[in-house]
């Protein structure tokens, strides 16, 4: 008997559609996600939010939050990851919270995406002018330098900090702070 699952048409349009493996060796379809939540701006929103994700074992890969042109609303930049299945609970359980007004998963949307970098690295007379060079190529800008270190910041696409964060390894970076990402929905 062949080791091959069999399953009916709708089962494979099923398990599609929640992004689950379709064969026992398939991989689940995770992708990233983008979640904007709108919550009441009160005490203990914020705690029931990542409470919430922790309680079910998601996992945040980066979360910002800051007050709206409404000073009674604060929003919420939500990164994370998961099959359709996971992303729809996650969705479900953010929209049952008290203090929660809107919630929306940008990822399938056209949307701006920005995050700010803070990073420390070590230089020497040696290395300083090359690591000038790859600053300049990534649009970075000295915010304070030392005899021993040059702090940049960057701002951009995560994928750029990524990039950045990357190119300078190479010359013993001492920290990296990182704000999260912060996205908002390009109108039509």
Not at 37 to 58: H, K, W
Not at 115 to 126: G, H, N, R
Not at 147 to 162: A, C, V
């Amino acid at each position: 008997m062949a080791d091959t699952l069999v399953l009916t048409p709708q089962q494979i349009i099923r398990k599609k559609a929640a992004g689950e493996p379709i064969q026992p060796d398939d991989s689940a379809m995770t992708r990233r996600h983008m979640i904007v939540v709108l919550v009441e701006n009160s005490i203990g929103a914020f705690i029931r939010v990542v409470n919430m994700f922790s309680a079910r074992g998601f996992n945040i890969d980066s979360i910002t939050v800051g007050p709206t042109e409404d000073p009674n609303v604060s929003r919420m930049n939500i990164a994370t990851a998961g099959n359709s299945r996971i992303i729809s609970q996650i969705l479900r359980q953010l929209s049952r919270l008290v203090d929660t007004i809107e919630v929306v998963d940008l990822t399938t949307t056209d949307f701006v995406e920005r995050e700010l970098c803070l990073l420390k690295v070590c230089y020497t007379k040696d290395s300083r002018s090359e690591i000038l060079d790859v600053s300049n190529v990534f649009r970075g800008k000295v915010v304070d330098i030392t005899k021993k270190t040059m702090t940049f910041e960057l701002r951009g696409p995560s994928q750029k900090i990524d990039a950045f964060i990357d190119m300078m390894l190479s010359h013993n970076v001492v920290e990296v702070a990182r704000s999260g990402r912060v996205v908002m929905q390009r109108d039509s």
